[in-house]
């Protein structure tokens, strides 16, 4: 089945937001190859393409992901936030900013949902690497996939122009910073390469 890349491009630690954006795109062809993953496995049941498509789709799920909630979590919303506070009607009106800071304790509410539909997803891949799924196996991945695609969708479609709007060039430092460290590196490290 398919190859799934988890590099990170070199310049990305500097223009944290492409990166993140990027990383959304990454983690929304891994949902869609989850998707087909459990609908091959209805009808097909387990080979070892497939369990090795459930061991690529697991790594990115266990590594990559909670690395990403981390980003927003930590650093990304929290700096947006104090930027929308910032504003004070300036750059954006206050209806704006507060549907968005509304927007944004969603986004992170939804972060312990995925974690916990993750949970039970992947219990159900480790079952299919042997078995066929259950109806049940099924119906979780299917819920896991659309709420971790909508999720998406509200970050790049409501929250990444406003965040492209509101960031100024030391959060965006900053951001990048605590990403390469959050990936074991730094961003003057990659610059030298
Ligand atoms: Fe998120
Ligand atoms: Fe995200």
Redesign the pocket.
């Known amino acids: 089945m398919e190859f799934i890349d988890f590099r990170v491009p070199a310049q990305g630690f500097s223009q944290p937001l492409l990166l993140?954006t990027a990383?959304?795109d990454r983690?929304q062809r891994v949902a869609l190859l989850l998707q087909r993953l459990f609908e091959h496995l209805r009808q097909h049941g387990p080979s070892q393409a497939t369990r090795v498509t459930a061991g690529e789709v697991r790594r990115f799920m266990d590594e990559a992901a909670p690395r990403?909630?981390q980003?927003?979590d930590v650093d990304l919303f929290p700096r947006l936030r104090r930027r929308l506070e910032a504003a004070n009607g300036n750059a954006f009106d206050p209806a704006q900013a507060h549907e968005t800071a509304l927007t944004l304790d969603r986004?992170e509410l939804d972060h312990p949902v995925l974690d916990d539909l993750w949970a039970q997803v992947r219990a159900a891949l480790v079952h299919a690497d042997s078995a066929t799924p259950t109806d049940a196996h099924c119906a979780c991945a299917e819920q896991f996939v659309g709420t971790f695609l909508a999720?998406?969708g509200v970050?790049d479609q409501i929250i990444t122009p406003i965040a492209e709007r509101a960031l100024r060039q030391d959060d965006l430092a900053a951001i990048g910073d605590a990403m390469a460290a959050r990936r074991g590196t730094t961003w003057s490290a990659l610059s030298m390469r």
């Open positions: 993140w990383s959304h983690a990403h909630h980003d927003e986004l999720h998406h970050e």
